[in-house]
């Protein structure tokens, strides 16, 4: 069931961040926490995958107290770029099949975050390339302050020569004196 609903926020393998920046933010961590109990079933449910997780790595050397810990970490993280659990337990697959890099170092907490730094910075990037193409649409579509209508602006079938006059007429009684 969770391998069916991760298999969402996959394309050909890979993460697509696309699809896990458009979680809504009501089921990011930071607002999960919010809930009652929030915390609680969020540390739980990270601990818990992160323990199974970890039974496939030999190079991991913590006990339960401090994977309750790297949970508790990960949730107090969160908010700095609205994680979900989708993100956190992507990033555990992808540990698990090498695509973070080899293992070569025994697992602890700042090593896991070094790990799951990379992941975060792809996803960030990803993030900044929406932004980028948002902005390259919005600027493509012009601005809408040039497309406001000025009292001078012609009309079709208005005399060029007597709107000039009427401009010229206002600039002299509302300009420099």
Sequence with gaps: MVN???????????????RTLAIPFGERIPELI?????????????????????????KVKMDANQIRELAESIIDSAHEDQLSIEDVLLFLKDLLMGKMGKITQTIDMPAFFEYFEVYRTKRYQTLENIRYEAHLNQKNMGSGSRSSVQPWDLKRGEDASAMMDLFQTYTETNGDD
């Design 4 to 18: 069916q609903k991760l298999a969402l926020y996959r394309e050909r393998g890979l993460v697509d961040h696309n």
């Design 34 to 58: 919010k809930k009652e109990n929030g915390r609680e079933s969020v540390s739980m449910a990270l601990a818990a995958s992160i323990l199974s997780a970890f039974q496939h790595v030999e």
